[in-house]
């Protein structure tokens, strides 16, 4: 009986929220019609911070490229672009870069403060500061020093040369007037949340639901934007922002559910554009626990699961499965090298080989103790592919006898867990690149501290020898063949389980024009964005 009440109150309540679902949905239709030049577009995750450095949400970092510019950019192409530096010269030694600053640029906000080389010096001892905490921090570990020639110049002297130097350069240039009494950055400062920026969009507002809105920057120095206000607006549930962009209250999706694909395709009022972000997923295993701390056995789990067969039920095959630690997007990535087969026998094998008892009811150590895991993964309602995704995994593992313990925690939670005190054995996860050649603060014993990338702790003195290497050479096909060989290494020490890189979608409007995608930078082009 008290099954049946709680099976009871449940349903009433989705009645409940499909009703005013449906209600909100016509409300926020009547809005975007009335709003002439706004466009409304749909993130699955609200955003945690908006400055460029302190968030770890994909939603905050394309909300960043509206906000903010870095001296240089990486157009679609992955050719370098100029951005707040019009023109740069280089030393021959490669060690030190100088930076011609346009003089047309200004901050955001009423003073309309001119940006200068003074921002540019402020931001890198802002960020290098030791209590700064940011997954971004690594990229300044390259500079030596950073200085201001005058107000539109700026010298940087690098710790040494590299063939991809000028990529270092790309990072976003904050404001020292309105940060000058921080010494370090803080997702909980108001300018977090409140920033002020040099880009296309300038933070209007943020709600109590996180939509974030944006009004065009009439200075922007590439040119007025086309589209006078951008609104974002998060969603709890991929089915309400599908429905949201069919009864016409977003203008744009970004990464659209790949269940709804077909049905938006099949809509004569919208078109999709995919795009190959340099990402992938993977499974990624703690190196301070024993058992983990084991190649055959890292090596074993990456056997025991069905990547293919996952990849097409919950993506309908829209990506490709990988080998390694680069994005497949990559020149760095080896062809070469294959992905491991779904080999379940192989699996068992290499567990016994690791020294690993079978036994009817699974796996156990030298102890007699059940081979168990802990799986920790966020708390993610808007997300059921990855729930899919986990699930699958722990099923996989239960087959061959190991035995794997979900445990979901809240973001906040989950991000402290693993980068803060490592306290996890496997966690699943996506790193998205913007240069997909460097993977060094993501495998480098260096980086094994916390709230760094190596947040598995893994340590491999060779590997740590080629990144070196790797950061350190001038010639394309030295570094070519040094990123191959980390490849052939990483996919045999598997510590990951490689997963797949995704083709993304996204859907809009066809009153939208001039849209052209950045596959990592999603809004890069967005100020030549309009309606028709």
Not at 380 to 388: A, D, F, G, R
């Amino acid at each position: 009986m008290y099954f049946n009440k709680l099976l009871f109150n449940h349903h009433r309540l989705l009645v409940s929220g499909i009703i005013s679902g449906f209600i909100a949905l016509c409300l926020l239709s009547a809005n975007s019609i009335a709003a002439n030049g706004t466009l409304y577009y749909g993130e699955s995750i609200k955003p945690d911070t908006l400055d460029p450095y302190t968030s770890r949400e994909m939603s905050s970092l394309r909300l960043s490229e509206l906000i903010f510019n870095g001296l240089i950019g990486i157009n679609e192409s992955q050719e370098i672009v100029p951005e707040l530096a019009e023109s740069w010269e280089v030393s021959t030694d490669k060690k030190t870069w100088i930076f011609h600053l346009r003089k047309n640029v200004s901050w955001h906000g009423k003073d309309n403060k001119p940006f200068n080389a003074h921002d540019v010096v402020f931001t890198v001892n802002l960020v290098k500061h030791p209590k700064t905490q940011s997954s971004h921090k690594t990229q300044f570990d390259a500079f030596n020093s950073v200085l201001a020639l005058d107000d539109h110049t700026v010298k940087f002297s690098l710790t040494q040369k590299s063939l991809n130097s000028l990529s270092l350069f790309t990072f976003k240039i904050l404001p020292k007037h309105k940060l000058s009494r921080y010494k370090y950055l803080n997702k909980l400062s108001s300018f977090s949340n409140q920033p002020i920026g040099t880009g296309p969009y300038s933070f209007l507002s943020s709600n109590t639901n996180r939509e974030i809105t944006l009004l065009a920057n009439p200075d922007y120095f590439l040119g007025s934007p086309k589209i006078k206000k951008i609104i974002m607006q998060p969603f709890s549930d991929k089915n309400i922002m599908n429905q949201a962009l069919t009864f016409n209250s977003l203008d744009m999706v970004v990464d659209v559910d790949p269940r709804h694909i077909d049905e938006l395709q099949a809509d004569s009022r919208f078109s999709l554009i995919g795009y190959n972000t340099l990402s992938y997923s993977f499974f990624a295993y703690n190196h301070n626990n024993a058992l983990l701390n084991n190649k055959l056995i890292r090596q074993a789990l990456s056997y025991a699961v069905n990547r293919k067969q996952m990849l097409k039920a919950f993506y309908n095959n829209n990506g490709a499965i990988i080998s390694g630690p680069f994005a497949p997007g990559s020149w760095a990535y080896n062809l070469d090298v294959i992905p491991l087969d779904f080999d379940s026998n192989k699996a068992i094998a290499l567990l016994k080989q690791a020294g690993l008892i079978k036994t009817p009811e699974g796996f156990i150590d030298s102890h007699g103790k059940p081979v168990r895991f802990n799986l920790k993964v966020p708390i993610e309602k808007n997300n059921e592919s990855n729930k899919k995704i986990v699930l699958a995994y722990k099923n996989y593992l239960n087959k061959i006898g190991i035995e794997i313990n979900l445990v979901f925690l809240e973001k906040k939670s989950w991000k402290k867990a693993i980068f803060a005190q490592h306290d996890f054995d496997i966690t699943f996860a996506t790193w998205a690149f913007d240069d997909a050649s460097d993977i060094d603060d993501i495998f480098h014993s260096r980086y094994n501290t916390a709230w760094q990338n190596n947040f598995i702790s893994y340590n491999n003195p060779k590997v740590d020898q080629l990144l070196g290497l790797a950061l350190a050479s001038t010639d394309h096909q030295e570094k070519r063949t040094i990123n191959h060989k980390l490849h052939e290494i990483l996919a045999e020490d598997s510590p990951y389980t490689f997963l797949w890189s995704l083709t993304r979608f996204a859907a809009y409007t066809n009153k939208l024009k001039n849209i052209q995608i950045h596959p990592y930078k999603f809004f890069e082009n967005a100020h030549l964005w309009e309606f028709k």
